[in-house]
Every structure is written in C-alpha cells, then in structure tokens.
C-alpha cells in the first residue's frame, strides 16, 4: 500500500514539474526584457532591489492568471511607459532607432561597392 | 583637399559627440516613468487597524478629492513629509488614504504614534503588488484622486511647493 502511495506521489511531482518550468521559464523570459527602473543598467530578472521583487510576482501572478507574453508588456507599460522594456516596440517614436542600424548597414554596403568598383578598374 | 575632407569628416562627428555628452551630463540622472494610467486601479487589499479586506472601490467614491499615499516606517524620506501630511489632514476637503509598502506592522504602528496618523484609512501592501497597480516604483510615492482619475502623482517626498500645490487644486 505504501509503494502505491509513494509511486502516485512521484507520478504526480512528475505530471506538475513540467508545467511549472514552463511557467517559470516564460517568467525569467518576461523578467529579462524588463528594465529595473530603479537600477538602471540592470533587468528586472537579474535586480534584487525592492521594486524588481515585486515585480517578477506581478508577472508571476499575471502568467497565473493567463495572460500572455504580449498582455503583460502591455500592461507594464500602461503603466511605466515602454522605458520599462528592453525591446522597444516599432512605432512613429522609435522608427529611427529601428532603421539607424539598416541604414548604416546600406551606407557601408555603398562604400565598400563603390571601392570594389574602383579596384576592379 | 583629401586630407581637409577626411580631418572634416572627423572632427564634425567628435563634436557632435561633445555636444551629446555634454548636453546628457546636464541631465538628471532621475528618471520619472511616464505612466499612462488615468483611471486608479481596482484591487483588494487588507485594512490595516481591522485587519478587513477592502474593496478600492468602496474607498474611493466619487465627487471626493483623495491623496493616496504610499509609505514605510522604514523609509526616511517618509518621516521627513509625515508632519506636512498630518498639517493636510486637516483639510476635510481631502481624504488621505495610506499604503503601507512592505513594511513590518509593529513598526509601523510605532511610526504611526510617533508622527501622528494622517490617514483615514491605512491599506497594507505586504508585497509591493499594489504599489505597482499604481505605478509607483518606490516609497514614498502620492497620487491626487479625483472621481476616480489620478489628477497629479508626486514621485519622492512631499515638499511645502507640492502641498501648495495640492490645495490650490482641491479649493
């Protein structure tokens, strides 16, 4: 009787403990592209400060409640403003900060086709 | 003309890059997140004498001006805005409602006595979760509620310019 009770306790820790990782892993996820207001330099996951604790229970309880990856950044910067994330979100704001690193990447495509064009003369 | 072109080409982006740093040291260092909540959020929390779960939104009834205000005994800069708190309370055109942000109860009813209790109403924030709702990112923090919109936030601790400012609004 013993065995049986053992054996559908481990059956049980082994049917939960994947779920949980999952939940943890979208967790440290999330965490990760969090900016620690108070510890600038620092996200959310990697932060032991006060304010970093309480948020990575916010987003704990949010994933919880069902809310998706998406929603949550939503809801975090409804109310930090998108500061708070790492990924910046495209819009008319960050339009430059998105197309800086193409374009840069184009000029330099230019001037190495121009001097290969040179060199090949 | 080569070489003017190339110590051109490299002297206007080292000033540029002055400019920027030198513009971006000015700066303060502070950074106020640029919340967009206008309506004050919904939770539950436990009263802090009580000890009663309570609804925000039996506390926050309209055509009332309310100053929500986070706060910890362990938190110095709240000892330093207590006395000015306790002067508003007198103003019954204006209900204070504390936050008691992750704080030991002992000590802050021992702060309570010490300083005076300015609040109608004392909510308990063991975890930080409700100061978040709010959008607030550390102690202390106080929000102006009026009909259920946040009409003015107060990031750090209340000076004589923020309470005069407080009352020129709830006139």
């Known amino acids: ?121 | 003309m080569k070489s003017k072109i190339i110590s051109f080409l490299i002297i206007i982006p080292l000033i540029l890059v002055f400019i920027i740093f030198y513009k971006g040291l000015n700066k303060s260092n502070f950074y106020e997140p640029k919340s967009k909540i206008e309506n004050i959020p919904v939770f539950t929390a436990t009263t802090f004498f009580q000890k009663k779960k309570i609804n925000s939104q039996n506390i926050f009834v309209k055509n009332k001006f309310y100053l929500l205000n986070i706060w910890a005994s362990w938190c110095v800069p709240c000892r330093d805005e207590h006395p000015l708190l306790v002067n508003l309370s007198k103003n019954d055109k204006l209900e204070i409602i504390g936050l008691n942000y992750k704080d030991n109860l002992k000590n802050a009813e021992k702060f309570l006595i010490e300083l005076g209790n300015p609040y109608k109403k004392i909510l308990i924030d063991r975890d930080g979760t409700k100061a978040i709702e709010w959008g607030a990112f550390g102690v202390p923090e106080t929000f102006l509620v009026f009909e259920n919109k946040i009409v003015k936030k107060f990031v750090g601790p209340l000076n004589f310019k923020s309470i005069e400012e407080i009352e020129e609004i709830i006139k």
């Open chain 1, 1 to 121: 009787m013993k065995i049986i009770k053992i054996f559908i306790l481990i059956l049980i820790l082994f049917y939960f403990s994947p779920l949980k990782a999952n939940e943890d892993k979208l967790q440290n996820n999330i965490t990760k592209n969090l900016r620690c207001l108070i510890c600038q330099g620092q996200s959310v996951y990697d932060s032991d400060s006060e304010f970093a604790i309480s948020l990575k229970l916010v987003v704990k309880n949010k994933i919880k409640e069902g809310l998706s990856e998406e929603q949550i950044y939503n809801f975090l910067s409804e109310k930090y403003g998108e500061w708070i994330l790492y990924d910046p979100k495209f819009n008319k704001n960050t339009y430059f900060l998105w197309f800086l690193p193409l374009l840069i990447f184009l000029i330099g495509g230019a001037i190495i086709f121009k001097k290969l064009i040179k060199i090949k003369r």
